[in-house]
């Protein structure tokens, strides 16, 4: 975002003879949706390229957002004559935020949770207020991890040779889709790299799920998701198809629990079994 949108309603002061201005951690900055209420100062900020937050959006519910994750820590001034109450806090960023064409998702006394697109972006904001003026900006834009590694062949046949089969998890989809990712393609190649080395391995290709959602759907999406890969295989790589045979084992066979986020991940996967 280019133009920052002023937040509204500000306080004014009158500075304190012989109080300086605190100022800005060094390392933070203002992030682009927003400026601050006047009289506050950076105390202190976290930035990463990925990273998931769980932002609550009901009593007893939170949603998980993943992608380039925000927080900065916000301070009034020591020579502000008043301060900012938590309800002046978030009414500012509420009128912030539906000026962007944003939605209030949940509200309570001290905190909010806000959803904005714009220009193609989903951005996630969490606003927390306190009663001394503080408040707390949480903001995810969400996206997918940009995958940085990916076994090779040599890992694979490795794999293969000792236990019999060999997880991929460098293959990716669309959520809830058989449609492969284009950042799938480097993983892909990697396996056509290995059967192309050993001309007599036939495998199985296995697509695994979490156990979100219905058994029977999930049987059939890593049905699918199989298939979607024996076909890349085959049309892009030249293997011939009867080396291949496509299977669905669903939330069937993981290897880790599904109670956490982490372990889900491990189990969304693809494996190579040899035949």
């Not at 992030?31 to 100062?41: G, N």
């Not at 990925?50 to 998980?64: D, L, S």
Request: hydrophobic share 40%; proline share 3%.
């Amino acid at each position: 975002m280019k133009t920052a949108v002023c937040i509204l309603l500000g306080i004014l002061f009158f500075a304190t003879p012989g109080m300086a201005q605190q100022k800005d951690d060094k390392n933070c900055k203002d992030h682009p949706l927003f400026t601050r209420m006047p009289d506050s100062w950076i105390h202190s900020c976290t930035q990463k390229d990925f990273y998931a937050y769980a932002f609550k959006i009901a009593q007893g519910k939170t949603e998980q957002v993943e992608g380039h994750y925000w927080l900065i820590r916000y301070y009034p001034q020591a020579t502000a004559v008043s301060k900012p109450s938590e309800l002046q806090i978030l009414r500012n960023f509420e009128n912030a935020v539906r000026k962007l064409g944003g939605t209030v998702l949940f509200s309570e006394k001290n905190r909010e949770t806000f959803k904005i697109v714009k220009d193609g972006k989903e951005f996630w904001v969490e606003v927390g207020a306190e009663f001394t003026g503080k408040y707390g900006l949480t903001i995810v834009e969400r996206k997918a991890m940009e995958q940085d590694i990916v076994a090779n062949a040599a890992v694979f046949s490795n794999d293969i040779r000792n236990t019999g089969h060999a997880a991929v998890y460098g293959i990716l989809f669309e959520t809830g889709k058989s449609a492969l990712k284009p950042e799938s393609d480097l993983a892909i190649t990697e396996v056509a790299k290995l059967l192309k080395g050993d001309a007599g391995l036939k495998v199985y290709v296995v697509g695994h799920t979490d156990n979100a959602g219905v058994l029977e759907s999930n049987m059939k999406l890593s049905q699918d998701r199989a298939a979607a890969v024996v076909q890349a295989l085959v049309s892009k790589h030249g293997i011939a198809a009867a080396r291949l045979r496509p299977f669905g084992a669903g939330p069937c066979a993981p290897v880790a629990s599904n109670d956490s986020d982490e372990g889900k991940a491990k189990n969304r996967r693809v494996e190579l079994v040899k035949q």
